[in-house]
């Protein structure tokens, strides 16, 4: 298994990345990888971000289903802004690997969305997937990349809201990661 | 001068309706389309456009044949150049089928043109000594790709290019911070116009218009 830090732009630092890699690594003898443009002080393995075509910010989440994103089998992505409480594995270990899963931010389900507010339950926080398996996904994206980045706010929007087959973490997950942005 | 004309307004309309009633069987027509094109239309837009055109149709004569217009989103650059009087052949060139499809319904004038395609990849095809090449959304726009044209072009084509330094939106893969900095990424050879507009007071627009 390959677990991806991803870091682009600057709102985050390299020791945002060294921060998720300390806290998780009791947890698990997986890979990590931090998938950046600047690999400056980033105590990881680091791989580049494709220059083309270029996205923005947590845009670059897409390059990870792309034919030829150059780690294989399963992986998985935890974003830098959030907090890990106990050990994620089981949780993750348990998914059905021929889909992509994200977790749920179930306190959104009896909130009223309009559909053209284009809102989503899915919270890639954590995504699991399984590299080059899902690339049909990428090619949906790359048909229309500008369109897609000003109709949706992030890849979660677009996930939901596309023909995508996905999954969720069970909400056991919760239990274990903080995602509530300001941690 | 009025450049855009209650008739213009009219078709708008008619275009938010044509979108909802296509929306309701067609799922390549979504509900972002009436924001999409709204903003398209909106009072930066119109203000970007008519400070291009009028920028530019000070500089122009009539040796120029024709106008390509890259990333023409719904057509407004080239529905403002035309209605100021510019009347050779204006090819727009938008990846969005859709959008070429909406613009086509807004067009008011015979001279205006919509492809469907890559700007920088049919670029060659246009590229002469009497064509303006115009493209108002370079920030949209990868910088590799973009400074390769202004490379390739023509010594003589006339070129139109805006980019900004609205860095949080998404979308924007190519701002600058400064009207220096944008000059600097194109290595045009002659500028014979540049500028900055503030939007709101968030964030600088810069337009150059050079060889």
Redo the contacts between chains.
């Keep these: 298994m390959n677990i991806i830090l991803l870091k682009h732009g600057t709102k985050y630092s390299a020791d945002d990345v060294n921060k998720i890699y300390i806290a998780l690594s009791p947890y698990t003898s997986a890979k990590f990888y931090c998938f950046t443009e600047d690999k400056t002080d980033v105590i990881i393995d680091c791989i580049n971000i494709p220059s083309k075509p270029k996205l923005m910010r947590w845009w670059n989440k897409m390059h990870l289903f792309r034919e030829d994103f150059e780690l294989e089998g399963k992986c998985v992505l935890f974003d830098l802004d959030i907090k890990i409480l106990s050990d994620p594995f089981p949780y993750i270990n348990s998914i059905d690997w021929n889909y992509p899963t994200f977790m749920k931010d179930t306190w959104k389900k009896d909130k009223f969305f309009s559909e053209h507010s284009y809102d989503t339950e899915l919270n890639s926080s954590v995504l699991a997937w399984t590299s080059k398996q899902n690339s049909y996904i990428w090619n949906i994206f790359n048909k229309n990349i500008d369109y897609y980045t000003r109709k949706y706010k992030g890849i979660d929007r677009f996930f939901w809201h596309e023909e995508i087959q996905w999954r969720n973490f069970d909400d056991g997950i919760h239990n274990t990661i903080d995602v509530s942005k300001d941690t | 001068m009025e450049y855009i004309t209650p008739s213009m307004y009219r078709k708008i309309l008619d275009v938010i309706t044509h979108i909802y009633t296509r929306s309701t069987y067609d799922k390549t027509y979504?509900?972002?389309r009436?924001k999409?094109v709204l903003d398209s239309f909106s009072a930066g837009q119109i203000m970007n456009k008519v400070w291009a055109v009028e920028e530019l149709n000070k500089v122009i004569d009539d040796s120029y044949k024709e106008c390509i217009v890259i990333g023409s989103w719904y057509g407004l650059f080239a529905h403002l150049f035309a209605e100021s009087g510019f009347n050779k052949k204006i090819y727009n060139i938008e990846?969005?089928d859709i959008c070429n499809e909406i613009a086509q319904m807004l067009k008011a004038h015979n001279n205006i043109v919509f492809k469907t395609g890559d700007g920088m990849e049919l670029f060659d095809k246009h590229n002469h000594h009497d064509r303006i090449v115009v493209c108002t959304a370079c920030e949209?726009i990868?910088n590799?790709e973009l400074s390769f044209i202004v490379q390739q072009k023509h010594e003589d084509m006339l070129m139109c290019l805006q980019s900004n330094n609205y860095y949080e939106i998404?979308?924007?893969?190519?701002c600058h911070d400064s009207l220096e900095h944008f000059i600097d990424s194109l290595s045009l050879k002659n500028i014979i116009y540049s500028g900055t507009k503030n939007h709101k007071d968030e964030y600088d627009r810069f337009m150059v218009i050079g060889k």
């Design positions: 979504d509900l972002f009436f999409d990846l969005d949209h990868d590799e998404n979308s924007h893969i190519n």
